[in-house]
């Protein structure tokens, strides 16, 4: 053993992850170690080695495996167990591996598929569970030319059963959180089979697992697709269904099922929105906020985060890390008084702890701050750490909050024009950085410089991503 944990050992920051003298990861203090590496075997076929020769070059293979898991997950490829990694591991997940591909001769013959309800759950009642899968298999036969018929008695082509531990198929479930499903990919016998594991609280809310997109998706592999790395998509592995979450099918899901079924004969439907794209020139964001070192930008579902440090820059949705917090958000800004994060949509907004929850009473109303109830929605909102004032944009207008006074600065509101020369309205996103102050109108930049009071650069939205 000693060898493999010697190789382990120097890819570890020790702070992070070990504290005490090197032991075996299964004995490590905090089990980051070993989760990690049940974590790469289950999901990423990774083989740890037996030790018996150290290996002098070349990439550790559970370094490899572990950029490999990372990349998948939209995380720094640091190749290290760092937090970010441990808290993605952690996240409650479908029970299939992240690279085995099915194949496209996986599929179905026939167009219309019957399913069985075998065992029901002990948490929810069967009504519910028989709504919810009947809706799940609505958004697949929406999307490709499948029907979908529930039999009660004799033999179906998809037996779906909620079950508890071992269950006689080599892969046993593991109790509350962790993996919550499985399935089979199509094929007769267990083929197109779905598995729920019994211990999950399943809901129809946003408590517990909302079994609904957890069906979808594990519809999605009895129908043949795999896992997919669109955070966006219902096949992407981690269950990542907020508070306000719309259950939906996304572009990559929709065309990986015509792919695999051809077109719906009567589908004039039009596609769900692609992923947004980073690179995509005519990029313009919903809101943009300091979050201690680094940016967050907000798109329609989905957040990129910048960090000084980071060399990758993926996009993941908000509610991997904000679970109830809505899309399409209007304006968010870091209150550093508070060491929180506020995030505006329509007349309510959420005050967000470091600990990512949302602070107990939220959403609130936008009154709080001073606004008159013609003030029906924020355009972009922009603080500033030194002076703790916060500026407030609404349509041609700019409103000044004293965070320390708790209210609103006499004067005000007054025109953008005035108080910010050079910038145009509405604005669409906006924040303070480094001395500087940057306006996001459409799929522009302002870099406007606040000692001489004037715009200073014109730059593409998206230049933070680098694009
Ligand atoms: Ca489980
Ligand atoms: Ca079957
Ligand atoms: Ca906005
Ligand atoms: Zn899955
Ligand atoms: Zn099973």
């Known amino acids: ?15 992070v992850v070990f504290t005490a003298p090197l032991r075996p990861a299964g004995l490590s203090r905090d089990g980051h170690l070993e989760l990690a590496e049940v974590y790469l075997v289950k999901f990423y076929n ?65 167009k219309t598929l019957t399913y069985k309800i075998s065992k029901f759950s002990s948490k929810m009642s069967s009504a519910r569970v028989k709504t919810a899968f009947r809706q799940a298999w609505q958004l697949w036969a929406q999307a490709a030319p499948l029907k979908f018929r529930r039999k009660r008695r004799s033999d179906a082509d998809i037996v779906i059963s909620f079950n508890n531990k071992d269950h006689n198929d080599g892969s046993p479930f593991d109790g509350e959180g962790g993996i919550l499903a499985h399935a089979f990919s199509p094929g007769p016998g267990i083929g197109g089979d779905v598995h729920f594991d019994d211990e999950e609280t399943w809901t129809t809310n946003g408590s517990g ?43 990559q899901d929709v065309k990986d099922i015509k792919e695999m079924y051809g077109e719906r004969s009567t589908s004039p439907d039009r596609l769900p929105p692609k992923t947004p794209d980073r690179c995509d020139p005519d990029l313009s964001f919903d809101a943009v906020t300091g979050m201690q070192q680094e940016l967050v930008f907000f798109k329609d579902r989905f957040i990129w985060r910048v960090h000084p440090s980071f060399d990758e820059i993926r ?3 908000i509610t991997s890390l904000w679970t109830e917090i809505p899309a399409d958000i209007d304006a968010a800004y870091e209150n550093t008084n508070k060491n929180s994060i506020l995030v505006f949509k329509g007349s309510q907004y959420w005050e967000m702890l470091s600990s990512l929850k949302v602070k107990e009473g939220f959403p609130r109303n936008i009154s709080d701050f001073g606004f ?73 930049q302002l870099e406007f410089t606040p000692p001489i009071r004037r715009v200073t650069q014109r730059l593409p939205a998206n230049t933070w991503l680098r694009c």
Request: glycine share 10%.
């Open 315 to 317: 996009i993941t949705l």
């Open 372 to 444: 008159p109830s013609s003030v029906k929605s924020i355009d972009a909102v922009l603080s500033f750490r030194e002076t703790h004032l916060t500026d407030f944009f609404i349509g041609g207008e700019c409103w000044r909050f004293n965070e320390d006074a708790g209210q609103m600065m006499e004067g005000f509101p007054k025109p953008i024009a005035h108080e910010w020369p050079g910038i145009k309205s509405p604005v669409d996103a906006a924040v303070a950085h480094d001395g500087r102050v940057y306006f996001f109108i459409g799929p522009q």
């Open 209 to 251: 697992y909302n079994l609904l997109p957890v069906a979808v998706h594990e519809f999605g592999h009895a129908l043949g697709l795999s896992h997919s790395s669109d955070p966006g998509a219902i096949m992407f592995p981690a269950y990542n269904f907020g508070l306000h979450s719309v259950l939906q099918l996304s572009y």
């Open 46 to 110: 990774h083989k740890p080695e037996n030790g018996r020769r150290r290996r002098t070059a070349g990439l550790d293979p559970f370094q490899a495996k572990l950029r490999e898991m990372q990349h998948f997950f939209g995380l720094e490829e640091s190749g290290e167990v760092d937090p970010q990694t441990i808290r993605a591991m952690r996240r409650a997940r479908c029970g299939l591996s992240d690279v085995e591909r099915f194949g496209k001769t996986m599929r179905w013959t026939n």
């Open 1 to 15: 053993m000693w060898s493999l944990w010697f190789g382990l050992f120097t890819l570890l920051q020790p702070a």
